[in-house]
């Protein structure tokens, strides 16, 4: 190996360091801080001083914290289902059933997506005043399948389009329905999609903020996110940045842990052979 390749090599690798110091540093120092209190808060450390839990002790101790885990988690996983199941069935006819205009309909799919939620907040109150689901969590649920469902179904027909025709052709001689072609027969190639577009859309409802303010009103009805950003302090002088980052944390954490669990599953269906002849 010349000398040119050993700098390229090093450069790379000091290239990725800089790269995951610079993810990684923001997250480290919350939890630095989520260990801090007092005078400590304002100190600049970049490595542990002490462990003190009290944080942690008063967040998951708080009146309603917990409850709003509790309905962030509730949400999220409603969110996934009903996106995941709509998206699946949207995404067969888009993919499988030949209709005039299924291209232009598919774009509008796509171009819904680029609306920013602020531009259609005031429309989406009135239809949920008009439901009668305002201040509960069906109101976040709706809300949140709206705005997932173009993605998930962009990402869901594409993948569906690389499946063999000869599979649903072997199953339609067969006599199998439509409904058992997409449970029985794609659901299983479709699964490392699923876990990749269920994923983002988990990670999405839990990390939404504007939505679940605008939509609740009562401290138990609150999502993690409003919860953390509505801390307050001793005194309206003062911002609790220990207790803020404990909660950061401790709803972080489940987060990255889910995600390194799923790539696994990714990987390992990706890599698994789909069809056997």
Do not use: C
Not at 106 to 135: C, D, H, K
């Amino acid at each position: 190996m010349n000398a040119m390749s050993v700098l390229k090599t090093i450069s790379f690798y000091l290239l990725v360091l800089v790269i995951v110091v610079f993810a990684v540093f923001p997250f480290y120092y919350a939890i630095l801080t989520s260990f801090e209190t007092g005078t400590a808060l304002f100190e600049v450390n970049y490595l542990p001083q002490s462990f003190d839990w009290s944080n942690y002790a008063t967040v998951l101790n708080g009146r309603n914290f917990p409850r709003n885990v509790l309905n962030s988690v509730f949400i999220a996983s409603t969110t996934v289902i009903f996106a995941l199941f709509l998206a699946v069935t949207a995404s067969y006819a888009l993919a499988r059933v030949r209709f005039r205009g299924r291209g232009l309909l598919l774009m509008t799919i796509l171009a819904v997506s680029m609306f920013p939620q602020i531009a259609v907040l005031a429309g989406l109150f009135e239809l949920i005043r008009f439901l009668g689901i305002f201040n509960t969590p069906w109101a976040m649920i709706l809300s949140y399948v709206i705005f997932t469902l173009p993605f998930t179904v962009w990402v869901l027909t594409t993948f569906m389009r690389d499946l063999p025709v000869e599979i649903e052709e072997a199953a339609i001689v067969d006599g199998a329905t439509p409904w058992i072609i997409i449970t029985k027969v794609f659901l299983p190639l479709m699964w490392p999609a699923l876990v990749t577009t269920g994923l983002l859309a988990f990670i999405g409802a839990w990390n939404e903020f504007l939505f679940a303010l605008t939509f609740t009103s009562s401290e138990t009805t609150r999502t993690v996110p409003v919860a953390i950003a509505l801390l307050s302090g001793a005194s309206q002088y003062e911002t609790p940045w220990g207790t803020i980052m404990a909660a950061s944390v401790i709803v972080t954490v489940p987060l990255i842990l889910l995600v390194l669990f799923f790539q696994r599953k990714i990987v390992a269906g990706l890599t698994a052979g789909g069809v056997k002849g």
